[in-house]
């Protein structure tokens, strides 16, 4: 079944405590992106990733680091998360552009920072 | 910064009434995209308009992008308790170069049975 993984999906941490969420996609894409979403807000976007070893900053980029080693996965890392990171995380990936093609998500990971 | 906004935030018909959601953005578009998120879970694609003016048609659901390709709207006829959820649009700068994609604040739908 083609789909996007993410883990973990809740996930309740403390200030300063490094993190990992990964993402996975079994979809061949080439394009990845990560978004939070806030109340009001809408979804915005953190990183996004057009290739392997291809990575760019979105809306949202401070606090947050990306890497992509390889096609299939785009983990997101907080190296110092704070309470202002409490968010729904959501990763997503797209056969092209993200701006011209079909974007996949994630089921969300659910994130609270103490 | 650039910015998309979506009116109305929430919106609560009967089950039977229509549904509009607009989608207005502070810069020109190269394109839209429509996606549906039902509570609890994750955005869903519905549809990507391209050309100026183009109008698409989903069963109950009607999508217009507008001539500037600015705006866009979504109408659903006859709402039915399976359209509850939120609904964005999302659109790429047209003057950029990279993949931002820039999502509404989104509209929240509610349906009374």
Not at chain 2, 21 to 47: A, D, E, M
Request: charged share 20%.
């Amino acid at each position: 079944e083609a789909q996007v993984t993410q883990n973990p999906r809740y996930l309740i941490t403390v200030t300063g405590k490094k993190l990992t969420v990964t993402c996975s996609q079994n979809m061949n894409h080439e394009y990845m992106s990560w978004y939070r979403q806030d109340p009001g807000l809408g979804l915005r976007q953190i990183y996004y990733s057009m290739n392997v070893e291809v990575t760019d900053k979105g809306d949202v980029p401070e606090g947050y680091k990306v890497s992509r080693k390889e096609k299939r996965n785009f983990p997101l890392i907080l190296e110092s998360p704070s309470p202002n990171q409490t968010s729904l995380y959501f990763c997503a990936s797209s056969l092209g552009l993200a701006g011209a093609n079909e974007q996949f998500f994630g089921p969300g990971t659910r994130l609270t920072v103490l | 910064g650039q910015q998309v906004m979506q009116i109305p935030q929430y919106q609560h018909v009967q089950e039977g009434e229509d549904f509009t959601t607009y989608c207005n953005s502070s810069t020109t578009l190269s394109n839209i995209q429509w996606y549906k998120q039902r509570p609890g879970g994750h955005p869903v694609f519905l549809i990507q308009l391209v050309k100026s003016g183009e109008v698409k048609k989903q069963k109950r659901l009607t999508f217009q992008f507008g001539e500037a390709k600015k705006n866009s709207s979504l109408h659903i006829t006859a709402t039915q308790t399976t359209d509850v959820g939120t609904y964005f649009c999302a659109g790429r700068p047209y003057t950029e170069d990279t993949d931002k994609l820039i999502f509404g604040t989104g509209t929240r739908l509610q349906v009374f049975p």
